[in-house]
């Protein structure tokens, strides 16, 4: 039990560093049944789940998660917009779920905390979960530029099974 408790409050400083303590909150509240898969090589953590469904997953690298589609909903439920978001057009919301990666043109508005490479939700102007990515370039330039790839989708909605 101590062991378990060990883990989750890792899991949660990482959590807290990468996204924020009220991202963490909002992934790990006192109704999450979290289960933990070990890497059966390193005995490092692989993968966060959230009874049977993906919450996170690790990436030793970077030491560093990667969103899932839900996570991706339950940040978007209990967080205001567009934190952790980038907002874009309704029109090219198609492509997006499909996986297409995220012009500069197209966002619409963003969370001002990001930065490169950060991890972040890709929703259209609803607010509703399009795609998860990595951000590729800083805010100002997104903002400024009207060509060039802002975000590298690296999953759309319709592209997983959910």
């Known amino acids: 039990m101590i062991e378990d408790n060990l883990i989750l409050t890792k899991i949660k400083a990482i959590s807290d560093y990468q996204f924020g303590p009220d991202i963490t909150d909002a992934l ?13 090589n390193t005995g490092k953590i692989k993968h966060i789940f959230d009874g049977e469904k993906l919450l996170l997953n690790f990436r030793p690298n970077n030491g560093l998660f990667t969103l ?16 952790l978001r980038v907002v874009v057009l309704n029109d090219v919301a ?55 790839v802002a975000i590298n989708v690296r999953k759309g909605i319709n592209k997983s099974k959910i």
């Open 28 to 40: 790990f509240t006192k109704d999450t049944d979290v289960r933990v898969i070990f890497s059966r």
């Open 68 to 83: 899932t589609f839900h996570s991706g909903q339950r940040i978007i439920a209990n967080t205001v917009k567009p934190r």
């Open 94 to 148: 198609e492509f997006i779920k499909k996986g297409r990666n995220v012009f500069c043109k197209h966002v619409i508005d963003i969370d001002r905390d990001l930065r490169p490479m950060d991890e972040v939700l890709i929703v259209d102007e609803n607010d509703d979960l399009l795609a998860i990515g990595r951000l590729n370039l800083p805010i100002d330039f997104i903002l400024a530029f009207d060509r060039g």
